[in-house]
């Protein structure tokens, strides 16, 4: 069988919602389509013959040497990588407009954001049929576009995926997931990117992955995640609350006050490890170089980082640095580590009545670009506020399309105990058994 993508249909596609921020040229090893299948990486991923930037202009003109783990792994699968997806500058993001290399569109609406930060990785999970994008989250950026473009977004438990080869924002909560267009696609490619692998000793020490053997019986809603809610969001997700009843899963209401702390923790604890990150970036290993040399070293590389750092990868070095400076760590940063203990007990507790834990994924439908830059840095960091509590405890959650409003998607997000990954696919199984997700008009 011959295959139906060419690279043409992705220069057309990539000029029209840009979700790409570097692409193939040559799709010619496709010809022979299936068994193979296409897949693209978010641009913090590295991958042998392309660049990896990371949406920041920073890194221009790097190309890693190597494949991570999870590209090597999905190539020895037969796959064939198409492009590098466009994001937030390092993950600094909601809504994929703090890229370097332009801003990837909602393929419902190009007025509107898909999501960030791995917006170009849901967008054109929406886009292209038998396509999957392989994307990452630190508080969220699998979750938060996969809502926004409608398609199911898939976070695995912390070190359940390698995270050889991806370019860091938060060590202790960095996971390299899926986003893709239905369940049977996560049956497929988890078991390919899971596993231990010696070069991330995070991901060594891990239970097999079971993909059955669970039925769900019942989820916790917590109270709290439905307060300010867009009551269009609120609407389908008390909606889909009904549908889930009919499909034998009970809600239970609950009250799980650890939620309204989250978010403060999570960008005190994500700033903190991505300030060290960035000391790396200096215009001398990888990516621009340039500024003069004969100057002082910290001369040197205040000028090239000035130059070549967009203002929300600035605000969290700063941010960053203060939470863990000696007189401020103890107020700040240990104080954020305390808070993500508690958050853990929390969800487990809940997690002993219940099989999971369940919220709407954003609280609004995906904004349009003339609304967000009406939005103050915080107002966009508070958009995060259901997204960033399973990431803080490493808990495996998948969103998935749960209504619509307006023509655009409404996401639910479903949490699991850690390693319990095989809940959500139960979950997903069910869902999309009888939910009709709506794609916008796929191209090939
Ligand atoms: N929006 C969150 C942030 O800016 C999440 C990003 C992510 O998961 N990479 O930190």
């Known amino acids: ?30 010809t022979d389509y299936p068994p193979k299948f296409h ?8 991958a042998l013959g392309f660049q990896a930037r990371a949406g920041s202009k920073i890194l221009d003109g790097y190309r890693p040497p190597f494949d991570a783990t999870v590209v090597r792994k999905m190539r020895e699968a037969d796959g064939i990588l198409i492009g590098k997806t466009n994001m937030d500058e390092f993950g600094f993001g909601t809504f994929c407009t703090n890229s370097a290399f332009g801003v990837p569109l909602n393929p419902h609406d190009v007025e509107r954001s898909c999501g960030g ?17 392989l994307a990452e989250s630190t508080g969220g950026s699998i979750s938060c576009p996969a809502s926004f473009c409608g398609v199911i977004g898939f ?3 912390y070190g359940r995926v390698s995270r050889y080869g991806l370019i860091d924002y938060a060590n202790s909560l960095d996971k390299i997931g899926l986003i893709v267009r239905a369940p049977s696609d996560l049956r497929r490619f988890l078991p390919i990117i899971s596993g231990p692998d010696k070069k991330d000793p995070t991901s060594c ?28 969001v609120l609407q389908a997700f ?25 978010l403060a923790a999570y960008y005190v604890l994500a700033t903190s490890e991505a300030s060290t990150n960035l000391a790396r970036y200096k215009g001398m290993l990888f990516g621009v170089r340039g500024g003069h040399i004969d100057q002082s070293f910290n001369d040197y590389f205040s000028e090239v980082r000035s130059a070549n750092f967009g203002k929300e990868a600035k605000r969290r070095v700063l941010l960053g640095t203060y939470t863990r400076m000696v007189g401020f760590r103890d107020r700040y940063y240990l104080k954020a ?46 958009a995060d506020f259901l997204t960033v509590p399973p990431n803080l405890t490493g808990m495996p959650h998948i969103s998935l399309p749960c209504g619509y409003h307006d023509g655009m998607p409404i996401g639910m997000q479903f949490v699991a105990p850690h390693w319990e990954e095989r809940r959500l696919l139960d979950v997903a199984d069910r869902w999309c058994g009888e939910f009709k997700i709506r794609f916008p008009g796929a191209i090939a």
């Open 1 to 30: 069988m011959s295959c139906h993508l060419t690279v043409e249909k992705l220069v057309t596609l990539n000029e029209r919602y840009h979700p790409f921020s570097d692409l193939t040229k040559d799709l010619s090893d496709l």
């Open 39 to 46: 897949f693209s990486a978010k641009d913090n991923i590295c």
């Open 117 to 133: 930060s791995s917006g170009g990785a849901a967008a054109i999970a929406a886009l292209l049929e038998k396509h999957v994008s």
């Open 155 to 157: 976070t695995p438990t």
């Open 205 to 232: 020490v891990q239970p097999r992955l079971e993909l059955d053997g669970f039925k769900v019986k019942s989820v916790a809603v917590p109270e709290e995640a439905l307060r300010n809610l867009d009551p269009a």
């Open 238 to 262: 008390e909606a889909a609350l009904g549908k889930l009843k009919e499909q034998g899963i009970e809600a239970h209401r609950v009250s799980m006050p650890s939620l309204g702390f989250a």
């Open 337 to 382: 580590l305390a808070v993500r203990q508690l958050i853990i007990k929390e969800y487990q507790g809940l997690m002993e009545r219940d099989d999971a834990v369940l919220t709407p994924t954003m609280p609004f439908i995906a904004p349009r670009f003339t609304e967000i830059a009406k939005m103050k840095p915080l107002e966009v960091y508070q």
